[in-house]
């Protein structure tokens, strides 16, 4: 038995022509492309070859446009990999990096990457967790680590003297 796409009104048949013509959604277009072929009797290994698409990902098009209509031609786009932590470890992860550290009893004045990494995973908030992804966090909150710059003093008596 073949797979044909449901009885498409004129109305719904000039939508989907405009969608082809005109639509800058490219995913979009070619789904239309897809249902007006198997409105027009072409059967789904002919859809399949003519488009370069499976003939499985065919019949889920013409399935979802019978179920679903013109909502089904949209593109569902992922989430995305779930995230790793949570959000009370970023927030912690944040904090922390905002509080000084000789406060939290660490033997330095100023944060960096490295030793913020280590202290969160000493106090046992992350199992582990990479430089980079502290710094990705530390971004999104807008949370900058500066590096410590260090001055050298000058032995110069003349110095004063010499910046005029």
Request: with cysteine; glycine share 4%; net charge positive.
């Amino acid at each position: 038995m073949c797979l044909y796409v449901r009885n498409i009104s004129m109305p719904e048949g000039r939508k989907l022509q405009r969608m082809v013509r005109r639509d800058a959604n490219r995913i979009k277009m070619r789904r239309a492309q897809v249902v007006l072929a198997s409105d027009q009797g072409s059967r789904v290994p002919d859809i399949a070859r003519r488009f370069y698409f499976s003939e499985a990902h065919v019949r889920t098009i013409i399935k979802s446009f019978n179920e679903e209509g013109f909502s089904s031609l949209e593109p569902k786009y992922g989430i995305g990999r779930p995230k790793k932590f949570t959000e009370e470890q970023r927030s912690f992860i944040i904090e922390t990096a905002l509080c000084p550290p000789d406060l939290l009893g660490e033997p330095y004045r100023r944060w960096s990457l490295p030793k913020l990494r280590d202290f969160v995973v000493r106090e046992k908030m992350v199992d582990s967790i990479a430089i980079e992804t502290v710094r990705q966090m530390l971004k999104a909150a807008k949370v900058k680590i500066r590096r410590t710059k260090t001055w050298k003093e000058c032995n110069d008596p003349k110095l004063a003297s010499k910046k005029k």
